[in-house]
């Protein structure tokens, strides 16, 4: 059965700080990694990684992929309070079906 | 085209009765998710549509649960005689094979089983 987890569960920092969120997976058939930022609403995109050890950068967020140890990163550089969100990462395959993990919840205080 | 839309936004029902939830995915998306949601998890798969040929179903979908996509564009989710664990969003994505690109999330149907 794929899985995907995500460390840690919750974080809370203060503006200014760096971050950094975790995701392993075990996806059959998988094709790429992504992120996405849930704000109580419908996840929003953040990167799509297919790649290993190539970064992708938007702005204070970064993201690397490592195929070979079955995990991802998401940096979060300066953070600031309309950081705070749920952070999910998904395993995606082939035909583009996802496995979530649990998400993250990054709290950002000013 | 402004994105994957879905109706209703919120719905109510008593236990037992049947509700019928749409997507509209992006206009050129032949590929057609649904996923569901509880509080404090990430959103899990229960189907996918490549134009309307239904090619997985999740485990996780009980017999009551249905859906279609009958000319390759809307789809439908049907759930039948539901229960107050069904309470859930309902969230659908679509995706553009030529291009496998990711996966756009519509704003989801909050179902309340009461």
Wanted: aromatic share 10%; with cysteine; glycine share 8%.
């Amino acid at each position: 059965e794929d899985k995907v987890v995500q460390s840690p569960l919750s974080l809370v920092v203060h503006e200014g700080d760096t971050v950094t969120l975790n995701c392993s997976y075990e996806v059959t058939n998988f094709r790429s990694l992504l992120w996405y930022k849930q704000e109580k609403k419908a996840p929003t995109f953040l990167f799509m990684l297919t790649s290993s050890g190539i970064e992708k950068k938007s702005g204070r967020l970064s993201s690397i992929l490592d195929k070979k140890e079955l995990f991802s990163i998401l940096n979060i550089t300066a953070t600031q309070t309309g950081d705070s969100a749920v952070y999910l990462c998904a395993g995606g395959t082939s035909y583009g079906k996802l496995t979530f993990g649990q998400g993250t919840i990054l709290t950002v205080h000013p | 085209d402004t994105g994957v839309s879905q109706n209703p936004r919120h719905k109510i029902t008593k236990r037992g009765q049947n509700v019928t939830f749409r997507c509209d995915p992006i206009s050129e998306h032949n590929r057609l998710y649904w996923y569901r949601q509880t509080l404090g998890q990430g959103p899990e798969f229960l189907t996918y549509f490549q134009n309307e040929a239904q090619l997985e179903k999740s485990r996780l979908l009980s017999d009551r649960f249905s859906a279609e996509r009958p000319k390759g564009s809307f789809s439908t989710l049907e759930i039948q005689r539901t229960e107050q664990g069904d309470s859930a969003m309902y969230l659908c994505a679509s995706s553009f094979e030529q291009t496998n690109t990711e996966a756009f999330f519509g704003q989801g149907t909050r179902l309340t089983v009461v």
